[in-house]
């Protein structure tokens, strides 16, 4: 008797928790409010000398957000110009060719090799008579030989350098020099680009959430310094079970209530994407079925101006 009392209590207590489920109220997808996020950072490295603006502020495209000490980038500059210059000195030179006071050295010094260059060969020939009666060491005959060889290629050099310089600069030459100042003149106009770049631009309006580091620090190249929001970027982002999918279409018009002023807007559907797979479903869980597929929704308001001042990642019910 006792075994049938409790099989009756079971079976009313399941009957009572089945009516409970069929009577319970859907649940209302929730989401959260998105902005486009947007950060800017340096492009040299350097200490920060001033930071112009806050956080909380508002920014235009085009404001001066910090500036930045780069003391490299400087003497860098230095270092440039002095290329430059002499490089402009040598495409000059190499258009115009030998002064006159060049020319009167290269004569003197083609006089002193030739004269050097006739001793070795008259040397020469007064051992190679010695050495024929064996008079002379093959050794010494050897340094002699060596010494008029010398005196030659000497000689032979400043023939060629004299003709060159008679003949006037070859072509060659004068493109070489123009190269080597572009190229000069291109690494001035880089580091100038690098110096410039000192100041930390917005480009592109801007909500600042955070500043990252403080006025004295160092800030490094490429490193996030000013994070924060593009205004007028507000969205809503939904999760939704493949089983109530159903129920939105891309371009649809919807309504929501944000949750901590109960107040309603409106917004479009923008797009529908499935997200990756190992966010499906796959262990049993309340308001899921299991091995639903798990789909996003993005809603764009249709009043941007009330939307604006929507706090980022605030909940809201998609009704």
């Given amino acids: 008797m006792m075994h049938k009392n409790i099989s009756i209590l079971f079976a ?63 003497a860098k500059i230095a270092q440039a110009q002095g290329a430059v210059n002499a490089a402009s000195a040598q495409e000059q030179m190499a258009k115009n060719g030998a002064t006159a006071d060049q020319l009167r050295q ?59 310089v008679k003949r006037g600069t070859r072509f060659e030459k004068i493109e070489m020099a123009a190269g080597q100042a572009s190229q000069a003149k291109g690494a001035l106009q880089e580091a100038n680009v690098a110096y410039s770049e000192r100041y930390i631009i917005a480009t592109n309006d801007m909500e600042i959430e955070t ?37 939105y279409k891309k371009g649809q018009e919807v309504t929501m209530q944000i949750v901590y002023n109960k107040e309603n807007i409106t917004g479009n559907i923008v797009y529908i994407k499935q997200l990756t797979k190992y966010a499906d479903i796959t262990t049993a869980y309340p308001d899921y079925q299991l091995q639903d597929a798990i789909y996003e929704i993005k809603v764009k308001p249709k009043d941007m101006n009330k939307a604006k001042s929507i706090l980022v990642n605030a909940n809201i019910i998609l009704k």
């Fill in 12 to 74: 009313a207590l399941f009957l009572l928790g089945s009516c409970d489920k069929k009577n319970e109220k859907i649940k209302e997808p929730e989401g959260k409010t998105k902005k486009d996020v947007i950060s800017f950072a340096p492009k040299v490295t350097g200490r920060i000398l001033k930071i112009y603006v806050s956080e909380g502020q508002t920014v235009k495209k085009g404001d001066t957000l910090a500036q930045l000490d780069v003391p490299e980038v400087s």
């Fill in 106 to 164: 290269l004569n003197a010094k083609y006089k002193g090799l030739k004269e050097q260059y006739e001793f070795a060969q008259k040397s020469y020939k007064r051992a190679n008579n010695m050495f024929r009666d064996s008079l002379m060491s093959p050794q010494a005959h050897d340094e002699i030989y060596a010494k008029l060889q010398g005196a030659k290629a000497q000689y032979d050099a400043v023939v060629a350098e004299l003709d060159d």
């Fill in 211 to 247: 500043i990252s580091l403080n006025t004295g620090e160092l800030a490094t190249a490429g490193f996030a310094l000013f994070n924060g929001y593009i205004p007028e970027s507000t969205y809503f982002r939904f999760t939704i079970p493949e089983s109530a999918i159903s129920k």
